[in-house]
């Protein structure tokens, strides 16, 4: 057992083209079973073989559409193991073919990645292998100019291909949240070991704040917000951590430059294309002490609500603030007022005591961005975020009471959608008990404004 968890998660043991083919064939077969379960407990439908090897992302979202974004999160995790065997492995066996260990980072190339694993487990073994089983001892020498050069290849690689993604592309994609983390990770730790043996520890540090500068200058220069960043930190950590272990071991056990690496990014930035996201819900209930008819008068519209005192709201993400329509019935239109602006909701159900519902066809920003300037507007705020649909239900119960339901669906154009769908998941549900808990107090005090 130590020997297979050494091969899968070592660095030094070498991977000839039998065990490469074994262990992927195995891996893939136990991480397609363990995802069809969760989808098919989710969902009730098959992941198809098919579709699940698939390298385009439309498919594989339809297989994951209605699946909650706890149960995304958990797959995600769940194969973050297996990318790291996919990774290393793949970078060993194409060393023990006489290839570049750089070859490896193709993996996370949805189209040349099956290419990839196809000529791994064709070629044969090479005659000599430049890969140390043991690496050198940590040195101390040089540690700052080493160390300003791996954070400078980082930074190299990180703001060009943020700009590129976010401003040109207008794409924030797997590439960008996944590809360059992993590949600042890898270029800074490669540069930081090469000629000077590093401990890991230092290595991770030094990734780490490489990816914490580039997050200050991009807030700097105001090409994102403090808000966003913050929520995107722990992500791209936990994915610059591994590159920054394979950078190391590329430099301390291979004799590699890292210019190849840099162009990882960028690649997958440039080569992803936009996809239709996932639809998401969130449903919220209260129950008031008033009958039907009286809560469907403040369910159409509501008077201002008092100002937020939640930590969500004043830290500046949108917070409603009244209700409003124009005309009655199916073809009305009702304006949600926010602190960031006003949510246009044509009314396209219209069953007084019962239901109502409306699709949202025009949004306000889903909040102030934090930045050291006054109107910065970077692109994940326009449109990136958007709820589609919302709706109230009201259900009589014993005793003149009346169990009110807000529902609202949302789609996140970020990757991967499942992290953005909790965050914003629970946005929405603090939006919602606002208003819910609001509607609740007005009713059953009789007050008609705050």
Request: proline share 8%; charged share 15%; glycine share 8%.
């Amino acid at each position: 057992m130590k020997g297979l968890l050494r091969l899968w998660f070592g660095l030094s043991e070498r991977v000839d083209r039998r065990t490469y083919f074994l262990t992927g064939v195995g891996l893939m077969f136990l991480k397609y079973v363990v995802d069809t379960a969760v989808v098919w407990s989710s969902t009730g439908r098959w992941w198809s073989p098919l579709d699940y090897v698939s390298p385009l992302w439309s498919v594989r979202s339809g297989a994951l559409r209605g699946v909650s974004p706890e149960a995304t999160v958990w797959l995600a995790l769940w194969t973050l193991p297996f990318l790291w065997i996919g990774v290393s492995m793949s970078m060993r066996r194409a060393v023990d073919a006489g290839r570049s260990a750089w070859l490896a980072v193709l993996f996370f190339v949805p189209w040349l990645k099956y290419v990839l694993m196809l000529a791994l487990c064709l070629l044969p073994t090479a005659p000599a292998v430049e890969w140390r089983a043991h690496v050198p001892a940590p040195v101390t020498a040089d540690r700052r100019r080493s160390a300003l050069l791996g954070i400078g290849a980082a930074l190299a690689v990180t703001l060009p291909t943020v700009l590129l993604g976010v401003y040109f592309k207008r794409n924030y994609s797997f590439g960008l949240f996944l590809g360059t983390p992993f590949t600042a990770g890898w270029v800074s730790a490669q540069v930081f070991n090469t000629n000077h043996p590093r401990r890991v520890g230092e290595t991770i540090r030094l990734a780490l704040l490489a990816l914490l500068l580039a997050g200050l200058l991009l807030l700097f220069f105001a090409a994102e917000g403090g808000f966003c960043l913050l929520l995107a930190f722990p992500l791209a950590a936990l994915v610059a951590i591994p590159g920054a272990l394979l950078g190391r071991a590329v430099a301390l056990r291979g004799h590699e430059a890292a210019g190849l690496a840099a162009l990882l990014a960028p690649l997958l930035v440039l080569s992803e294309p936009k996809v239709p996201p996932p639809s998401y819900e969130v449903v919220s209930t209260v129950e008031i002490a008033a009958p039907p008819d009286q809560v469907w008068q403040r369910v159409v519209s509501f008077p201002e609500i008092p100002p937020p005192t939640e930590w969500l709201f004043r830290i500046g993400v949108a917070a409603p603030e009244r209700a409003r329509i124009v005309g009655t019935g199916v073809g009305a239109t009702r304006y949600c007022d926010f602190t960031t602006g006003s949510f246009v909701e044509p009314i396209t159900a219209w069953d007084p005591g019962h239901r109502l519902a409306f699709d949202i066809v025009r949004q306000a920003p889903p909040m102030h961005e934090w930045s050291p300037y006054r109107d910065v507007n970077p692109p994940h705020l326009d449109g990136y975020f958007r709820a589609t649909h919302g709706e109230f239900e009201l259900t009589a119960l014993p005793g003149g009471r009346t169990r009110l339901v807000g529902r609202t669906r949302y789609e996140v154009e970020m990757a991967p959608q499942g992290y953005w769908a909790v965050a914003a998941g629970q946005i929405v549900s603090a939006i919602h008990l606002r208003v819910l808990r609001h509607i609740q107090r007005i009713v059953e005090t009789g007050s008609s404004a705050r």
